[in-house]
Each structure stands twice: as C-alpha cells, then as structure tokens.
C-alpha cells in the first residue's frame, strides 16, 4: 500500500494541475505546474507559474501544525503572491484561501473547493 502522504501530495497535485488547465482554457493566463527545490534540498511540493512567473507556492501536509521553513524561504526568495501549506488535518472553513499575501496554513479542503 502506498505511502499515506504521497498519496495526498498526489490528491493536491492533481487538482492543481486541473486548476492550471483549466485557468490555461479560460484564458486567464498561461498556467504551469513545477516542483521547487535549492542546491541544499529546500523544497516545497508545488509551485505554480503564471505567464511565465513564480505566483503560488503550495506545501501538502497531512498533520505538520507548523509552517513548513521552506516555504517562507522561496515566497520571500521568488516573490510569490501567495503560499499556502494545505493541511490535511484541518476541518473546512469558510475562509478566502487566496486573501493573505504571506505563507498561510489552510484546510486543504478549503484551498480545493477555491481552485474552479
């Protein structure tokens, strides 16, 4: 069986790329979907391109209740609108996912049902 947080990393990968496509056919841009890591193993799990630069980071995780480090880093460091740590232990809120400009933890529930 695989492993519990690959399987979720997937889940949110998926749907990312379906936003990117989607927001891609709208014709709100030119969308793309990428991994980020440094030469010292930095890494967030998802970055999302818009018309050729850096707009939003997302970190999946399914209980971590800090801010992942790496995250803050590459916001500052590639100056993203938004970055957002999608937590899989949080319940729904009502809540803009997309209102903050500095790195934020949000339901990935809540990050989801904002994406289409």
Do not use: C
């Amino acid at each position: 069986m695989p492993d519990q947080g690959a399987r979720r990393e997937n889940f949110v990968a998926s749907h990312l790329l379906k936003a990117a496509h989607w927001w891609t056919d709208l014709g709100l841009g030119e969308y793309d979907l990428f991994f980020v890591r440094d030469k010292i193993k930095r890494e967030v799990d998802f970055l999302l391109i818009r018309n050729g630069k850096p707009w939003m980071l997302v970190q999946a995780k399914s209980k971590d209740r800090t801010l992942a480090p790496s995250l803050a880093y590459f916001h500052e460091h590639l100056g993203t609108e938004h970055a957002i740590q999608a937590a899989f232990d949080l319940d729904y809120v009502d809540a803009d996912a997309f209102g903050a400009r500095t790195p934020v933890r949000v339901p990935v529930t809540t990050l989801l049902s904002q994406l289409v």
